[in-house]
């Protein structure tokens, strides 16, 4: 137990120098921590940060915008931290953008926000109004075309990524421990049958068994997760066969052998606890894969549907904005994916380095 503990602790020491896969750590745990708190931490505290001012679509980053803020007609309930926190807060109030205003005794009278030097003028008696009327606002990343704040939906949009590639993980190592521990241990005719059926699932393009396995499933949130998840299962189903079949060799699994326990019981307690090192590594190389997976599906249209903020999807209803005035609105989820997927490539490299025997202590 000593030598396992100090080994842990020489890996921690070394992935700790690596000064990439330090700067992983820290963007991935940020990651989490605003995936936690989006709807906390993002402007736009609506359901899906769908909060739509189409008079105000299509505006560049730094974008500032008044707004009067008028009472809905029905009574929205209070949403309490828990309940926020999951799915957000429904908005209590309209807001309408304006371009001035002025108090006239009980009523405000605005010049309405239409498009840019067109406005129509308006009063609003107090009692339709919410307690501090006047709101200006920041946009901090723009908008896009539906008047959405593109950062909310961006915060937002971090839990659909982290989630699939969370997921994706789970059912990735589920199925290639189970079936790469058989194949390396059992051998002979197991390991004959698993091989053929993992051989066929490589020679499949891993985007065309994705489209598959999504028309089969559906569109939608929980589909994409099964679809990407079932299509990553070999590379770990491979690794896991050949580590396996390195260690089932040696003293020690000899020595549980001759002690009488079970296979489930050697594999389970013996053999996974000392190849975990590599899986670990492809676990985070699957990570960031996933997370490009679900973005491009979603870019295609067959991923997580509108209004879900997804960057993927962010990318498809904005890529038009490149080639014209606004490009941000496409580029910033753009760069929201390169940074968390090189974060767990720098990662995934780290472990690598750690976790080989073979380092220097």
């Known amino acids: 137990m000593n030598q396992s503990i100090s080994f842990q602790t020489a890996a921690w020491r070394r992935l700790k120098k690596n000064n990439g896969a330090v700067f992983g750590l820290i963007i991935i745990f940020l990651s989490v921590l605003i995936a936690i708190f989006a709807y906390f931490i993002a402007p736009d505290h609506s359901p899906y940060s769908n909060r739509i001012i189409l008079e105000i679509g299509g505006k560049k980053p730094g974008y500032q915008q008044s707004f009067i803020i008028i009472k809905k007609d029905k009574d929205v309930t209070s949403t309490g931290f828990f309940s926020q926190m999951m799915a957000g807060k429904e908005d209590a109030n309209l807001f309408l953008p304006i371009a001035n205003y002025e108090k006239n005794g009980d009523s405000i009278i605005v010049e309405k926000f239409i498009d840019e030097n067109v406005t129509e003028r308006k009063a609003f008696h107090q009692s339709v109004l919410a307690e501090n009327p006047i709101l200006q606002k920041t946009f901090l990343l723009g908008t896009d075309k539906y008047g959405r704040d593109i950062l909310s939906r961006i ?63 559906g569109k939608g949130f929980w589909q994409i997760f099964i679809a990407v998840g079932l299509t990553m299962w070999v590379n770990v189903a491979r690794l896991v066969r050949g580590q396996v079949i390195a260690v089932r060799e040696l003293e020690y699994v000899e020595a549980t052998r001759a002690l009488g326990f079970s296979n489930f019981r050697i594999i389970v307690r013996h053999i996974w606890p000392n190849i975990m090192g590599p899986v670990m590594v492809i676990a985070a190389a699957n990570f960031a894969s996933a997370i490009v997976i679900e973005a491009g599906l979603s870019f295609l249209g067959i991923g997580v549907q509108p209004p879900q903020p997804s960057w993927g999807l962010m990318i498809k209803e904005n890529y038009n904005f490149i080639i014209t005035q606004n490009p941000m609105l496409a580029l910033a989820p753009g760069f929201a994916i390169m940074l968390l997927v090189l974060a767990f490539n720098l990662l995934g490299n780290g472990l690598r380095d750690a976790l080989n025997v073979r380092g220097r202590i």
Request: net charge positive.
């Open 155 to 217: 915060v937002v949009g971090t839990r659909v990524s982290l989630s699939v590639g969370l997921i994706t993980v789970i059912i990735s190592l589920s199925i290639g421990l189970l079936l790469g521990s058989l194949a390396g241990f059992f051998r002979g005719r197991t390991d004959d049958i698993i091989m053929w059926f993992i051989n066929i699932i490589w020679s499949i393009p891993t985007l065309l068994l994705v489209f598959a396995i999504t028309l089969a499933l």
